[in-house]
């Protein structure tokens, strides 16, 4: 700052003496003073040569928030326990494959286990002590639990057939037609709309978007066909879960009519529900897979505490895959938008291709606060880093230097102009500025030679 004070002062200095003439040394023929005309000294002579210099050049400035990510699943899925407890096993690792109905984890339930033992064996004496002393024929109650017990098994076969991650995956099937119509529509439209194109691409090109759409089609019909069966499993399940209620009601009635006293039958009712309470229990406190996937994440260990609805383990369905950027600071998330292009980047093989904003956060507080980017990148491996780059800002055509060769001093923005004459002060108005290029907005011409600090 000090060497910058002193070029500034005998700059100024300099310019200040360039109108004046020097009395006395010289004169002419007759005797007479002779004029001196005022040089522009360059300041300082012996550095300028050494010291670094830009070039003011015309193009374009953009401001580019990069960040990294992962090649990961696209339909994740976190999964949770929904009682508390402590974890006996966990039975899969990141990587595994697993198909629907997997156990992934239980808590340790040891007690709940001897506790329903206890429970059915209450619950059988006091069905014991309601149908003792009867004789002949079938006993109602009897006739009636067994009527429950085959109720609530068809309900259960029901509910395991219910194939919910077919219909997902139709789903999933239309979108990526869908996807691939909407390329081989761009690629024709492009194809068409330049004389240039040969015919024999054109003929090419329309041939693949009639293949595209009839894959469309046939996808449609087995989404269609899996909707179909889906909805006709759940209309079933709808039947087993009213043989359920009505064998309930028909047990309750035979106990009811069974002649027998209100305490036996009220036992029997007590010993049922806590048998029901604790079944739950035990339920709730095994965690399984919904579908056939891939384990992304888990994180829990034998011994760990887990609290209900807080995700353990992360599952997804192999494909698609997008990439997955977690641990942004929100501040910088809320400089992007769902649907911003960018470049997405990978190192094994190298390959860039461009991507869009799929999905976004909309607050820091909610469960899932990773980026998703959507690319077509089949190279990758899953899990592999992308490295991804978002413009925020762009400006073309306009006037830019590197970082380092502007000046700010008491509230004024200032370069020093190399010319054939020497170093000037010129005050500028800067624009964009990025870690590549600082634009120039005025103050500068295209080709001008600035001197750096």
């Known amino acids: 700052m000090l060497r910058l004070l002193i070029g500034l002062g005998l700059i100024l200095l300099v310019t200040g003496c360039a109108g004046s003439g020097v009395?006395?040394?010289?004169?002419?023929?007759?005797?007479?003073?002779?004029?001196?005309?005022?040089?522009?000294?360059?300041?300082?002579?012996?550095?300028?040569?050494?010291?670094?210099?830009?070039?003011?050049?015309?193009?374009?400035?953009?401001?580019?928030?990069?960040?990294?990510?992962?090649?990961?699943?696209?339909?994740?899925?976190?999964?949770?326990?929904?009682?508390?407890?402590?974890?006996?096993?966990?039975?899969?690792?990141?990587?595994?494959?697993?198909?629907?109905?997997?156990?992934?984890?239980?808590?340790?339930?040891?007690?709940?286990?001897?506790?329903?033992?206890?429970?059915?064996?209450?619950?059988?004496?006091?069905?014991?002590?309601?149908?003792?002393?009867?004789?002949?024929?079938?006993?109602?109650?009897?006739?009636?639990?067994?009527?429950?017990?085959?109720?609530?098994?068809?309900?259960?076969?029901?509910?395991?057939?219910?194939?919910?991650?077919?219909?997902?995956?139709?789903?999933?099937?239309?979108?990526?037609?869908?996807?691939?119509?909407?390329?081989?529509?761009?690629?024709?439209?492009?194809?068409?709309?330049?004389?240039?194109?040969?015919?024999?691409?054109?003929?090419?090109?329309?041939?693949?978007?009639?293949?595209?759409?009839?894959?469309?089609?046939?996808?449609?019909?087995?989404?269609?066909?899996?909707?179909?069966?889906?909805?006709?499993?759940?209309?079933?399940?709808?039947g087993s879960e009213n043989s359920v209620l009505q064998s309930e009601i028909q047990l309750q009635d035979a106990i009811e009519g069974s002649g027998q006293n209100f305490e036996q039958v009220q036992a029997v009712r007590a010993a049922q529900n806590a048998v029901n309470a604790t079944r739950d229990k035990i339920a709730k406190s095994s965690l399984f897979s919904p579908i056939n996937g891939v384990v992304l994440s888990v994180d829990i260990a034998p011994g760990d505490q887990a609290e209900a609805f807080v995700s353990v383990i992360t599952i997804a369905l192999p494909d698609p895959k997008e990439a997955v950027a977690e641990g942004l600071p929100f501040n910088d998330i809320q400089r992007l938008s769902v649907g911003d292009l960018g470049i997405c980047r990978i190192n094994n093989p190298e390959l860039a291709v461009q991507c869009v904003i799929r999905d976004l956060p909309l607050t820091s507080n909610e469960a899932d606060t990773s980026v998703r980017v959507a690319a077509t990148l089949p190279e990758a491996a899953s899990g592999q880093a992308v490295e991804v780059e978002m413009p925020l800002e762009t400006r073309e055509g306009v006037l830019w230097l590197p970082p380092g060769y502007i000046r700010t001093f008491q509230n004024r923005t200032f370069v020093i102009v190399l010319t054939e004459e020497g170093e000037f002060v010129r005050d500028v108005v800067v624009g964009l500025r990025t870690e590549e290029r600082e634009e120039i907005v005025s103050g500068l011409t295209e080709g001008e030679v600035i001197v750096a600090p």
């Open 23 to 238: 009395a006395g040394g010289n004169t002419n023929a007759n005797g007479a003073p002779a004029a001196q005309m005022a040089t522009a000294t360059p300041y300082p002579t012996a550095e300028a040569a050494a010291r670094r210099t830009a070039t003011v050049q015309r193009g374009t400035v953009e401001q580019v928030y990069t960040f990294n990510a992962r090649w990961l699943p696209r339909d994740q899925y976190r999964l949770s326990f929904e009682i508390n407890g402590t974890i006996r096993s966990v039975n899969v690792r990141r990587n595994d494959t697993i198909t629907a109905g997997t156990l992934l984890a239980d808590y340790q339930i040891e007690d709940l286990e001897a506790q329903l033992e206890r429970e059915e064996l209450d619950l059988e004496t006091a069905l014991f002590r309601l149908n003792n002393g009867d004789s002949g024929g079938s006993d109602p109650v009897v006739s009636a639990q067994f009527s429950l017990a085959n109720a609530r098994l068809q309900l259960q076969l029901e509910q395991d057939g219910l194939d919910w991650t077919g219909v997902a995956n139709a789903r999933a099937g239309v979108t990526d037609a869908e996807r691939a119509l909407d390329q081989a529509q761009r690629a024709y439209d492009n194809a068409v709309s330049d004389p240039t194109t040969p015919g024999d691409t054109i003929y090419q090109l329309y041939q693949g978007l009639e293949d595209a759409r009839s894959r469309l089609r046939s996808a449609q019909n087995s989404y269609f066909s899996a909707a179909q069966s889906y909805n006709n499993a759940r209309a079933r399940l709808r």
